[in-house]
């Protein structure tokens, strides 16, 4: 099956600072997701993003699928954006697989 | 629009025990997929419906099994539990090709 690798495993920041979260996978895949996982464990949805980029507020994503990776940026971190972020991807068999996340710590 | 809604919240069960999980679809969506996150990792997938029928299925044994109902809600069953079932199960409910939306999960532990 296809094999979802995320980097850095682990990520400390001062508040205000940038950072990037990497998601590398092993094969051609149909669709790609980026979620936070709050404390109380639910997935919340970041960016849909099979290809291109996308932008929400300090939150952007780039997937360049013919190399089969994905970019998470988040810019001025703020202590509430510390948590799990996950990538996740899709096929057309109706599967999908999760990277093992990036913990992101932003300090006050 | 409804978001997903999962039920239970939490549950407690006795290994060898039988549990059913429930998962209501957001509105609009007719594919319904389920995880197993075990502390400190990520989700597992272990199958998806669509439509009523399973169209995947992740690396997880037969006594995992589901049903998908006309209204796009489903259910996760796992029969003889076992004490490293104990996790969180996520459902998560799209279009045929879209982003997912997931619950908040239901907290199992097997004692």
């Known amino acids: 099956g296809i094999q979802v690798e995320q980097s850095p495993p682990d990520l400390i920041l001062q508040e205000g600072a940038n950072s990037t979260l990497r998601c590398n996978f092993s094969?051609?895949?149909?669709?790609l997701q980026w979620f936070h996982q709050n404390p109380w464990g639910q997935l919340i949805n970041l960016f849909y993003?099979?290809?291109g980029t996308k932008q929400n507020g300090r939150l952007s994503a780039t997937t360049v699928a013919t190399e089969r990776y994905s970019l998470l940026y988040i810019s001025s971190s703020q202590t509430t954006d510390s948590g799990v972020y996950f990538c996740?991807?899709?096929?057309?068999?109706?599967?999908?697989?999760f990277g093992d996340g990036t913990t992101l710590t932003v300090k006050p | 629009e409804t978001g997903v809604t999962q039920s239970p919240t939490h549950l407690i069960k006795t290994r060898g025990q039988q549990v059913t999980l429930r998962c209501s679809s957001q509105?609009?969506?007719?594919?319904v997929s389920w995880y197993q996150q075990a502390l400190g990792q990520g989700p597992q997938f272990i199958f998806q419906?669509?439509?009523?029928?399973?169209?995947g299925r992740g690396n997880f044994p037969p006594r995992f099994s589901g049903l998908q109902f006309p209204n796009y809600s489903s259910e996760l069953n796992v029969n003889a539990l076992e004490l490293d079932d104990s996790a969180l199960y996520l459902c998560?409910?799209?279009?045929?090709?879209?982003?997912?939306?997931f619950g908040s999960g239901t907290r199992l532990t097997v004692v």
């Open positions: 419906y669509y439509r009523e029928e399973e169209n």
């Open positions: 509105s609009g969506h007719n594919t």
């Open positions: 996740a991807v899709y096929t057309n068999a109706g599967k999908s697989t």
């Open positions: 094969d051609s895949v149909n669709n």
């Open positions: 998560a409910s799209s279009e045929r090709q879209g982003s997912y939306t």
């Open positions: 993003i099979p290809s």
